[in-house]
Nanobody, 124 residues
Framework: QVQLVESGGGLAQAGGSLRLSCTAS????????MAWFRQAPGKEREFVAA????????YYTNSVKGRFTISRDNAKNMMYLQMSSLKPEDTAVYYC?????????????????WGQGTQVTVSS
């Protein structure tokens, strides 16, 4: 099992940047594919970005391509989401997720472990 804790959320102005972190417990973090999802008020949870367990591949939803970067440091049991050029529509609770596979993809039903979420609010 793995336990996930997100941090780094907060309030940012449009055009600004934030970096989210996901801290994982356990000694087998490198065996988990990871992803970020988000859920805005009144909307369904949506995929943001995914990363292969060795960090060799990444995948983004179209709305964040070129603005967000997902990365991981397996030695530190950490995953990150660097968010730049933020827009008000990026406002949501952001969740990190893990699955014990090489690759998890964009379907949230593939992921078995979830953090509690961190709020990101972007003001216009």
């Amino acid at each position: 099992q793995v336990q996930l804790v997100e941090s780094g959320g907060g309030l940012a102005q449009a055009g600004g940047s934030l970096r989210l972190s996901c801290t994982a417990s356990g000694r087998t973090f490198s065996t988990y594919a990871m992803a970020w999802f988000r859920q805005a008020p009144g909307k369904e949870r949506e995929f943001v970005a995914a990363i292969r367990r060795d960090g060799s591949d990444t995948y983004y939803t179209n709305s964040v391509k070129g603005r967000f970067t997902i990365s991981r440091d397996n030695a530190k049991n950490m995953m990150y989401l660097q968010m730049s050029s933020l827009k008000p529509e990026d406002t949501a609770v952001y969740y990190c997720a893990a699955v014990a596979l090489s690759w998890g993809g964009s379907d949230d039903t593939e992921y078995d472990y979830w953090g509690q979420g961190t709020q990101v609010t972007v003001s216009s």
